[in-house]
């Protein structure tokens, strides 16, 4: 596996430019490959238990197209938005919808369901 955050600036230049161009955005609870897990996005308040950190919808969907769009500029071409967390399901589509719109040559897909061994589970206490 090639996880981002390990990479050097160096050496992701070199990835890309020997022809890697598909990128995956992990956005939930769950630790994920490629891109930094966004381990915070929306949870409805009542849906949480004590210590659940949520955002707005708003702020889900702009972290991912402001995000992918950072990766659209260091020249991958396929981007995954993947949900590990069904409150973040629509702010991702609305996101990869948006950079479909702005990019023609680029791939962009959000998809469906929650993914990983426990999708949309959070850690219980006990």
């Known amino acids: 596996m090639i996880r981002l955050e390990e990479l050097t600036s160096t050496k992701l230049g070199r990835l890309v430019d020997s022809g890697t161009r598909t990128v995956v955005i992990p956005f939930g609870s769950l630790g994920a490959v490629l891109a930094p897990t966004f ?4 949870v409805d ?23 992918a769009r950072g990766l659209v500029a260091d020249g ?3 981007i995954a938005l993947v949900s590990t967390h069904g409150g973040n ?5 609305e996101a990869a919808q948006t ?3 702005e990019y023609r040559y680029v791939v962009v897909c959000a998809p469906r369901g929650d993914v990983g061994p426990a999708p949309g589970a959070h850690r219980a206490g006990g």
């Open 45 to 67: 308040r009542r849906a949480g238990g004590r210590g659940t950190l949520s955002v707005p919808r708003k702020a889900v969907r702009e972290v991912a197209v402001e995000t």
């Open 99 to 101: 950079l479909n719109d």
């Open 76 to 78: 991958f071409r396929v």
């Open 89 to 93: 399901r629509a702010p991702i589509e």
């Open 39 to 42: 381990r915070v996005g929306f």
